[in-house]
């Protein structure tokens, strides 16, 4: 199975900071690659799908870019709403395999 | 607008079987699959199943095959997840979500799965 390595586990950010999340992946998986933001007691929502393409009505403010197996999931301008949890995932091959979650919180 | 609408919480017992199903709207049903992914709590992400609502054809995560079974029907545009055997590590979150082969978009709202004695 191809392991995602996902950090940092947890993260505290002020409104208006950028934020960089990485997730690596154990072998080669191309740029099939999504994240996730899941907001507590919801179900995730797909913010990103082939490592850089933003899925619609997804805001800018989200990007996303990979270098190798290295894969980063990044948010210009944090606002209120985007604290959360967010999961990366390889869909090269099953099985489906997720990153451990970040957590993003209020500093 | 698309929606994913999922049965309600369940409580069993150590042993038995859950059947969850997940309603599709606002598209055509056998163009996308369905996939399954559980959430116990606190925890992360876990893939268990894809299903073609088109042929049926399925597939499943090791860790799950000769328990779960995904089925659909075409005519209410539902997919059901079956899991058997039913042990306290099971309680979960189980989500379906509609993908292109791989590729998710859309999620269902989840559905609690509680095992206990």
Redesign the interface.
């Known amino acids: 199975d191809i392991q995602m390595t996902q950090s940092p586990s947890s993260l505290s950010a002020s409104v208006g900071d950028r934020v960089t999340i990485t997730c690596r992946a154990s072998q080669g998986i191309s740029n099939y690659l999504a994240w996730f933001q899941q907001k507590p007691g919801k179900a995730p929502k797909s913010l990103i799908y082939a490592a850089s393409s933003l899925q619609s009505g997804v805001p800018s403010k989200f990007s996303g870019s990979v270098s190798g197996t290295d894969f980063t999931l990044t948010i210009s301008s944090l606002q209120p709403e985007d604290f959360a949890t967010y999961y990366c995932q390889q869909y090269n091959s099953y099985p489906l395999t997720f990153g451990g979650g970040t957590k993003v919180e209020i500093k | 607008q698309v929606q994913l609408v999922q049965s309600g919480a369940e409580v069993k017992k150590p042993g038995a079987s859950v059947k969850v199903s997940c309603k599709a709207s606002g598209y055509t049903f056998t163009s996308y699959y369905m996939?399954w992914v559980r959430q116990a709590p606190g925890q992360?992400?876990?893939?268990m199943g894809i299903i073609n609502p088109s042929g049926g054809s399925t597939?499943y995560?090791?860790?799950f095959q000769g328990r779960v079974t995904v089925t659909r029907d075409t005519s209410t545009s539902t997919v059901y997840m079956d899991l058997s055997s039913l042990r306290s590590e099971d309680t979960a979150v189980y989500?379906c979500?509609r993908a292109r082969l791989?590729?998710?978009?859309?999620?269902?709202?989840?559905t609690l799965v509680t095992v206990s004695s």
């Open positions: 996939h992360g992400l876990e893939w597939s995560a090791q860790k989500y979500a791989r590729q998710f978009d859309y999620w269902g709202q989840g």
